[in-house]
């Protein structure tokens, strides 16, 4: 069963950070690259950061030198650390494995006022 649990959105002013974790189940977790997404109104969804079981990484162009993706591979979770956040930055966070499963979580917002 496939089960990720998104947290640690919120409201924060441009140039704040955020820290978002994610628990996903560990039929999920095990090997597979593991992704941060976000989908902003009116637009598709987008990968912005993955993380390999060997700790290697990806971040789209948008939010490189600002966001750091992590795992712990004992805690089943992966983390995105967000700093120097931007309006544009506003969106629900998902996290899935790359590529994605069609399942899921809920997301957690990520709101940045100017």
């Known amino acids: 069963q496939v089960q990720l649990v998104e947290s640690g959105g919120g409201l924060v002013q441009a140039g704040g950070s955020l820290r978002l974790s994610c628990v996903a189940s560990?039929?999920?977790?095990?090997?597979?690259?593991m992704g941060w997404y976000r989908q902003a109104p009116g637009k598709q969804r987008e990968l912005v950061a993955g993380?390999?079981?060997?700790?290697?990484?990806y971040y789209a162009d948008s939010v490189k030198g600002r966001f750091t993706i992590s795992r712990d591979n004992a805690k089943n979770t992966v983390y995105l650390q967000m700093n120097g956040l931007k309006p544009e930055d506003t969106a629900v966070y998902y996290c899935?494995?790359?590529?994605?499963?069609?399942?899921w979580g809920q997301g957690t917002q990520v709101t940045v006022s100017s």
């Open positions: 899935n494995k790359v590529p994605s499963y069609s399942v």
């Open positions: 560990g039929s999920i977790f095990s090997l597979n690259v």
């Open positions: 993380v390999s079981s060997a700790d290697d990484t």
